[in-house]
């Protein structure tokens, strides 16, 4: 084997010992069902690494950076969005693996065993936060479209800070109720729905976190139109990484996602502040 050829396999050498550790280090902080899905998946990922360590003949170190990265993004998102992130990066290096095909007879296995094997293992994954990531949508997205725009709106028409925030939060505090309450009864009214109260819950919390930092600069800045600016920085950090958030989790196109969300956010946004002017101007009112 050419030193070219060489190179790319110790690279694929250390991406299955790494995969190894994190697969077995979650496995060891898991409990249930999920333990055993992840000691296979383990399993599995140190089966490739001995199979290339054969031709390699040499044994390599994992990436402990990497390592690192996915138990954050385990603590912090849960293990679904972890291992999914892992396999869209698992996906792009088979690819890569056809490279090798003339050299190694078993190439054909390891590529089969990551595109069906382990797939069908990581669709078991049984999570809580997975099966209510449409109540967390319903709550995030209607707290962002209609928050943007009331913010919006109220900037221009008040055009004072504390104002405004105090507005916003007995606005955004009372829909959030409001919206829980409605996806209480939408899912107590579907037989086949997720727990009522858990999707209540979990709707309400995604509104009222939204809500919180979308205030936010109108309780820290005192000009509000700067605060607007920072909503709208704001408005469009949340959307991305809830838009990357359910394209990882759900496999979905992140571009598309996030175009759909970033339109009709800032569109009502947009929208709304219009509707602030045309109010102030119509009805000459002015707040000191």
């Known amino acids: 084997m050419d030193k070219k050829l060489l190179k790319i396999l110790r690279s694929f050498q250390k991406n299955e010992i790494t995969e190894y550790y994190v697969y077995k280090l979650l ?6 069902s999920n333990r055993k899905i992840l000691q296979e998946i383990a399993g599995d990922e140190l089966k490739h690494y001995s199979i290339l360590k054969n031709y390699s003949n040499k044994d390599v170190k994992p990436k402990y950076l990497k390592i690192i990265w996915h138990l954050i993004l385990f603590f912090i998102f849960g293990i679904t969005f972890s291992l999914n992130a892992m396999e869209k990066g698992e996906e792009k290096a088979q690819e890569k693996y ?68 105090l507005s916003g939060l007995i606005t955004g505090i009372a829909a959030s109720f409001s919206m829980s309450a409605s996806e209480y009864l ?17 709707t309400g919390i995604a509104y009222i976190f939204t809500v919180f930092l979308l205030v936010l600069p109108y309780l820290v800045l005192s000009n509000p139109f700067f605060a607007l600016i920072f909503l709208l920085f704001i408005a469009l950090i949340i959307i991305v990484f809830f ?44 707040i000191l």
């Open 186 to 202: 939408s899912q107590r009214a579907d037989e086949n729905a997720q727990n009522p109260i858990k999707s209540a819950v979990y």
């Open 27 to 32: 496995a060891k902080i898991t409990r249930g």
């Open 98 to 165: 056809k490279v090798l095909k003339d050299e190694i007879t078993e190439i054909e296995k390891i590529i089969l065993d990551e595109n069906i094997h382990e797939k069908k293992l990581l669709s078991l994954i049984d999570e809580e936060k997975v099966k209510y990531i449409s109540s967390m949508v319903l709550g995030l997205n209607d707290a962002l479209v209609e928050l943007t725009g009331t913010l919006a709106g109220l900037t221009f028409a008040f055009q004072n800070s504390k104002l405004v925030a």
């Open 243 to 286: 838009s990357y958030f359910v394209s990882v989790v759900q496999d979905k196109s992140f571009k598309m996602y996030f175009l759909e969300m970033f339109l009709i956010s800032f569109g009502v946004m947009g929208v709304s502040f219009v509707i602030g002017i045309i109010a102030k101007k119509l009805f000459n009112i002015e």
